[in-house]
């Protein structure tokens, strides 16, 4: 801290004894400080602290009104977190409890009465330095926070590219799985944010939830392609997708990909247990997994496949309703159906909310 900033330093000081206080004035004028204040009416504290705004203060602990402790018990109960603010105690009493108990409440050095004036120059100024490197502290490791937030938000961006490039694999293995994923995705993050999940959770969501079926990447053609009833070995074969999707997300360091495992293990699990590939059943399949087995399954019924046309969105709804409390979780159910939905078309090929 050089001489010239530590010199224009806001100093306070509070004591009614007006020769005390006369004498600490002018002292710190002579040493070159510019900006010193005084109150001999301990009262007065309560009001013209916070437009003072000191960088030290000097503070009798014996006066009348306000007493030393009681100001000082102020100025630390008005103190902001992580904030330093160094008191220098005087007192004429120096008795151990009085210097305990102002210890306690915050006090950070003492001046004995009468004054020893050099002293007192030397505890003020080693009092302002440590202000100084604690708030020079404070603006070094703001500067690294900031420098760790950008971090963390290119780490995070890298991740989700990773995950839309794994996201084009599918859509180059199979253009329509494609187009279900990312629509899944967005209605997913639909309902969460009905459910009252905060905004980042949903965005993560949104994110995650179109890899739900990256598992089907290792599925052969024949049966992601086939027109007719799957055989058991086939059907065998398409359950395994979860297990699968699980493997390529799992062990994920990021919680991003740590959600997709969980989605793509749990996205056709049932609320009533009779789901796979674990059979696990309410609260035991994580909500994202629950959240996403309802636009999933929406979403896939209302589009063609292979083996059947897309159903009336009327139909759909009227099912999921149905399946409340059986197949999916009623909360959800209700969420989703606070959404008038209708289908996408290549024209609109997001969902709208029907005015």
Partial sequence: MSQEALLRSRVLIVDDERQSVTLLERFLERQGYTDVHALTDSRQILTRFDEIRPDLVILDLHMPNVSGLAALEFIRAGELPDSFLPVLALTGDASVELRHRALELGANDFLTKPLDLFEAAYRVRNLLHARYLHGELERRNGVLEQRVAE??????????????????????????????????????????????????????????????????????????????????????????????????????????????????????????GAGYPRGLRGEEIPLEARIVAVADFYDALAHDRPWRPAWRVERIIDEIRRQRGRRFDPEVVLAFLKLPLRHATAEQPEYATVE
């Fill in 151 to 272: 971090r963390t938000w290119e780490l995070r961006d890298a991740q989700l590219d990773i995950l839309e490039r794994l996201a084009r694999i599918a859509e180059h293995t199979d253009e329509d799985a494609g187009r279900h994923c990312r629509q899944v995705g967005e209605l997913s993050g639909r309902i969460a944010a009905l459910m009252g999940l905060p905004p980042e959770r949903v965005a993560l969501l949104q994110k995650a939830a179109q890899l739900h079926d990256v598992g089907k990447i290792g599925l052969p053609e024949a049966i992601r392609a086939k027109a007719g009833i799957l055989t058991d070995e086939e059907m065998e074969a398409m359950r395994a997708h979860t297990l699968v999707g699980e493997r390529i997300l799992g062990d994920g360091a990021t919680e991003l990909v740590r959600l997709a495992a969980a989605i793509a293990a749990g996205h056709h699990e049932q609320w009533d």
